[in-house]
């Protein structure tokens, strides 16, 4: 014969201290979207500077680039040959002394994806990121990036 055996269990024990009440977690629900409200825009707006501040860390590798290239060339490239100088030599006869290696391995990229442009401004350059909106002008952190203006941010 087989015994069969009952279990009783207490309906208090199944409301234990671990338990939350549904106000409880609606006020905990409440306290934690109040701190992503305040906390995220701080932190979204610390990343925008964050590139900013790594587009800026960009344009003074293509600077250092654009010296090397002067260095061995005694001039800077022209705006139509823009940075693509600095990868491979546009004119063979009017830059001799182009290094054997490139000055740049690949084409620079800002944070936002698009490519920096490069203006020669007599014997200087300026280098511009179209910066977070991908599009030129723009005020605040949507404004343009420009070497050498780059330094003050």
Known sequence: MSKVYHI???KESM???????LIELLVVILILGLLVGLVAPK?????????IKLTCTQMGSIKEALKMFKLDNGKY??????IEALIKNPNPDKYPNYSASPYLEKMP???WGKYFTYIKTGKDFKIISLGPDRAEGGSGEDADIEYPKCSDK
């Open 109 to 111: 990229k800002d944070p």
């Open 43 to 51: 932190v979204i707006g610390q990343g925008t500077q964050a590139q």
């Open 8 to 10: 009783s269990v207490k």
């Open 15 to 21: 409301r234990g201290k671990n338990a939350f009440s």
């Open 77 to 82: 490239p022209d705006t139509d040959e823009g």
